[in-house]
């Protein structure tokens, strides 16, 4: 996800002249609740409080203060967050309440693999121990299985999809776009929705990410997460 600062100037969704103390130009994240994000900072703003806005977070560049936790070997560089070592990788993401809990929540990010990559959502538990919903893109398979994991076990298969043989699964930026209403989930790939489910398993929990992939084989960035007021 990208802005084009002009284009927003124009459709009014950026003031033409309040900026920040260093320079950066405010965006509208939600209108409702009002939430301000800064081009510098990237730091979403409760507009009726001028207060950080704890539940959203735009990752541009990613950083280590984004993360609350990790398993395995993470590096960062430049903002691209990427697995060390072909061992299991998790990490959790430093968003929501004190409890980095989050239920109803819109997550984009950009990924570029060559093995398998997942997306840890309404999970609890220590980050090498996690239960919740697991969805996992499998380069081997050409699928997205959403699972529910339980002590980092992938007890069940909950939703599935088959990519097309000529989806260009590894070596290749892909955008990835999770939305979550209560117990209706929506998971998007290049903006097309592959996967459209409803359980009840898990009802709030923390977001993160996995990879199984082999050294420097998965990178992550673009992140964005949004809780959604419903």
């Known amino acids: 996800m990208s802005f084009d600062i002009n284009q927003l100037k124009e459709k009014g969704y950026v003031a033409n002249n309040i900026k920040c103390s260093t320079g950066g130009e405010y965006i509208w994240i939600s209108t409702n609740p009002a939430i301000l994000g800064c081009s510098v900072h ?7 409080s001028q207060t950080i806005n704890n539940y959203s977070k735009l990752m541009y560049p990613i950083s280590w203060s984004d993360i609350y936790s990790t398993y395995g070997q993470w590096d960062i560089k430049d903002g691209i967050l990427t697995n060390i070592g072909s061992n299991k990788h998790n990490l959790l993401f430093n968003i929501g309440n004190s409890s980095n809990s989050v239920k109803n929540f819109y997550m984009s990010l950009s990924f570029n693999t060559n093995g398998k990559f997942g997306v ?74 592959y996967l459209n489910f409803n359980d009840s398993k898990y009802q709030s929990g923390q977001l993160g990410l996995t990879t199984f992939s082999p050294s420097k084989g998965t990178q992550i960035t673009k992140v964005y997460i949004e809780e959604l007021w419903i």
């Open 42 to 48: 990237c730091w979403p703003v409760d507009n009726s």
């Open 120 to 193: 840890y959502y309404k999970t609890n538990g220590p980050v090498n121990k996690l239960n919740g919903y697991y969805p996992l893109y499998n380069t081997n398979i050409k699928k997205i299985v959403v699972y529910n994991m339980k002590n980092e076990i992938a007890r069940s298969v909950i939703a599935s999809a088959t990519l097309s043989n000529n989806f260009p699964m590894t070596y290749q930026s892909h955008n990835l776009d999770i939305t979550a209403k209560e117990n209706s989930y929506d998971i998007k790939i290049d903006g097309v929705s």
